[in-house]
Every structure is written in C-alpha cells, then in structure tokens.
C-alpha cells in the first residue's frame, strides 16, 4: 500500500469505528461524486473549448511565405557581431 493508502486507511477506518464494509461504502460515494465531478468539469471544459473553435476553417487559399536561409544569414552576422 502507498503512503497515501496508508494515510487514507488510517483517515476513514476510525470515522466508522473500525467497520471495513462501511468505510468501504463511505469510500465508494466518495468515488463516485468525485467522477462525476470529473466528468463535468470536464464536459463544461470541452463546451467552452467548443465555442471558442470557428464552425469551419474552410478553404485556405493564402499563400504562404517562402522559407528561406535568410533568417540562417541573420543568426550568422549576429553572432559575428561580438567578434569584431
């Protein structure tokens, strides 16, 4: 058992009085309202995430910027920069 079982068994057990099937059922609610805590944060993440999205993105008909070895050039003559 980790230390965090260990710590969680030594939490609930005394708050049944050491009774294992109610601390169990105690544990299982527990559980269970955390899920479900879980997968509603999680849809509510994913509606808004959803409405910050466009409908579509469509055609891209931009074209884009040729890459270069300028910016190459550029790292080259900064760098020369402190040799001088």
């Not at 965090?4 to 309202?33: Q, S």
């Not at 891209?60 to 920069?81: H, N, Y």
């Amino acid at each position: 058992m980790t230390n965090l079982g260990g710590m969680v068994r030594a939490e609930i057990l005394p708050l049944h009085d050491g009774n294992f099937e109610a601390a169990f059922n105690d544990l299982c609610e527990r559980f269970a309202k955390i899920c479900l805590e879980l997968d509603r944060s999680d849809r509510l993440r994913s509606y808004a995430f959803a409405r910050e999205m466009p409908s579509s993105t469509g055609i891209i008909d931009d074209v884009p910027t040729p890459v270069t070895d300028d910016w190459i050039q550029t790292g080259k003559e900064a760098s020369d920069v402190g040799r001088g």
